[in-house]
């Protein structure tokens, strides 16, 4: 029996934090820009590929940095809006990804072995990223392989803001002219080892025989050679906590029916609704989508008071729709989605008796959970 071909995608959000304060501040578009400590102390967090074209690097001390790149604006960076925007592309991506992971706040794994049988893995993950940057307006680049490795290396050769895909069976073509530093995992001290065993390039490593490899780096010998040849393809680590949750429906046939778009619009609400009830969260962040026959998608997000109340919600979710919609094509998809979850609380309005909403609420998911969530929907 045939092996079942693996699919892995590698997204990276390129110079993630200075794609954020650029969309914070539009003015540092295009301008070399450093974060970190002031110009006197500190080290390099991250920099602009502008920056980077005179030698700055991260981790490199800032004294340094600023004689490389002395036009350079400096900053300390806007940390608090870092975890937002990462946290709204884990939500794009939780909502679409069968399994992932996510590697760090800019960095994300995404297994789509077996999905061949319903969609082409290369086609899914180029609009997966055209959907993120559209949404969030973060550049972001893509590499697509047979394993960890290969994907997150065919994305750092993608970079800047674009994807690339090594075929299955072509990943010693794809290493080999590479540097062997390019490894990951072979840090500054095992190069030098490599360099001075004659190991330049990953085709070297390739050829090297094993038990030399062995013989000068122990067991770890034996991983840069499944390294070298693309063998080695890692485990996806994935997290089973929920933190947003999302329905959409692709329509049989577009439509511009406004009546029948805003009765879709509420049943997806009351669906996440119930949902949200059933495992005791509230949502701080509705997003509505869009998507027009050309295939174009548009996104909008809003911040909420924590809520679980369908009828809450449903007054946020119109306004969106009515914001995005352009009212002139027809609509192919539309979806919903509740993000920033928390956990249930029921507490006191001066204004609104929050109480008697909770059993009022209680009361109708009892009668769905009885007879069928279908059973009992809000009137128009």
Request: with cysteine.
């Amino acid at each position: 029996m045939k092996p079942q071909q693996t699919y892995i995608a590698h997204f990276d959000l390129d110079a993630f934090f200075v794609s954020v304060e650029r969309i914070l501040d539009p003015s540092l578009v295009g301008k070399a820009l450093i974060l970190g400590g002031s110009r006197e102390r500190g080290v390099v967090s991250t920099c602009s590929y502008e920056a980077r074209k005179f030698g700055v690097r991260s981790a490199m001390p800032m004294a340094r940095a600023t004689a490389l790149c002395p036009h350079a604006i400096v900053m300390k960076g806007t940390r608090g809006q870092y975890s937002k925007y990462s946290q709204w592309v884990t939500d794009i991506i939780a909502a679409k990804a069968p399994v992932f992971e996510k590697a760090s706040i800019d960095e994300f794994y995404i297994d789509l072995t077996g999905m061949d049988r319903f969609f082409e893995p290369l086609q899914w993950t180029i609009n997966l990223r055209q959907e993120i940057m559209e949404t969030t307006g973060l550049p972001i680049s893509f590499g697509l392989a047979s394993g960890k490795m290969v994907a997150k290396m065919a994305t750092n050769a993608a970079k800047p803001n674009g994807y690339l895909q090594v075929l299955p069976g072509c990943e010693q073509e794809f290493l080999g002219p590479l540097p062997v530093g390019e490894i990951p995992g072979v840090g500054e001290h095992m190069l030098k080892s490599l360099n001075a065993l004659g190991i330049i390039k990953i085709s070297d490593l390739a050829a090297f025989p094993v038990q030399l490899l062995e013989k000068y780096f122990g067991k770890y010998g034996e991983l840069l050679a499944l390294k070298a040849t693309g063998a080695y393809t890692g485990t996806i680590h994935t997290t089973h906590e929920s933190k947003s949750i999302s329905t959409e429906h692709t329509f049989f046939e577009n439509t511009a029916d406004q009546d029948y778009l805003q009765a879709e619009l509420l049943r997806m609400t009351e669906k996440l609704g119930f949902e949200l009830r059933e495992d005791q969260k509230m949502t701080r962040c509705v997003a509505v989508k869009i998507r027009y026959p050309d295939f174009s998608t548009h996104t909008k997000q809003v911040a909420i008071k924590s809520t679980s109340y369908d009828d809450e919600i449903i007054r946020v979710v119109r306004e969106l729709f009515r914001q995005l919609y352009d009212g002139k094509q027809q609509v192919r998809l539309i979806g919903v989605r509740f993000s920033d979850l928390t956990a249930a609380s029921v507490q006191t309005d001066i204004f609104e008796n929050r109480v008697k909403k909770a059993n009022l609420y209680a009361a109708i998911d009892g009668v769905k959970n009885r007879f069928g969530k279908g059973k009992l929907a809000r009137g128009k």
